[in-house]
């Protein structure tokens, strides 16, 4: 995946910067040093493009998918273990944040750096070793799908 964008890339947006939009699994910067055990497109594209690489993961609390026959309608909020960032960031209370995991001139910053925390229902990482920052949405309704009928 990360040959095959680096090359799209290169062939029609030579020199521009470029903007991937895809599941936080695939874009993460440090997938070896999570649960997954293995790299991914971020962490290739991590070590090509170095500090020229800068990802931010979407995550949500209240979250409905439409995912076909995979899932449909909201995800149980029970998935979450007490100490996952989307637990922390729904108790503060706001419809949506914008959370800056670099931490630079924070003396207290809101995630403990170098703590792994849950990310995503399943997943455990540091968040700032894989992110630059969080969109966070504490209600994301479900997409309305453009390759299949809408599930119910």
């Avoid at 293995?38 to 979250?63: K, N």
């Avoid at 273990?81 to 670099?102: I, N, Q, S, T």
């Avoid at 990310?119 to 894989?130: A, E, F, Q, S, Y």
Wanted: charged letters at 25%; hydrophobic letters at 40%.
């Amino acid at each position: 995946m990360a040959h095959l964008f680096a090359a799209i890339r290169d062939l029609r947006f030579p020199g521009i910067k470029t903007v991937i939009w895809a599941h936080n699994t695939h874009i993460e910067e440090n997938a070896a040093a999570t649960d997954l055990g293995m790299p991914t497109m971020g962490t290739y594209l991590a070590d090509a493009l170095g500090d020229d690489y800068i990802t931010f993961g979407l995550i949500g609390w209240d979250v409905h998918l439409d995912w076909g026959p995979r899932r449909c309608g909201p995800m149980p909020t029970t998935d979450f273990a007490a100490d996952a960032v989307e637990v922390l960031l729904h108790e503060l209370g706001e419809r949506f944040l914008l959370v800056d995991l670099d931490f630079r001139g924070s003396d207290r910053p809101f995630l403990e750096p170098g703590r792994e925390y849950q990310l995503g229902r399943i997943h455990r990482m540091v968040p700032g070793d894989n992110f630059d920052g969080l969109f966070f949405l504490n209600h994301s309704q479900r997409m309305k799908p453009l390759g299949w009928d809408p599930c119910m």
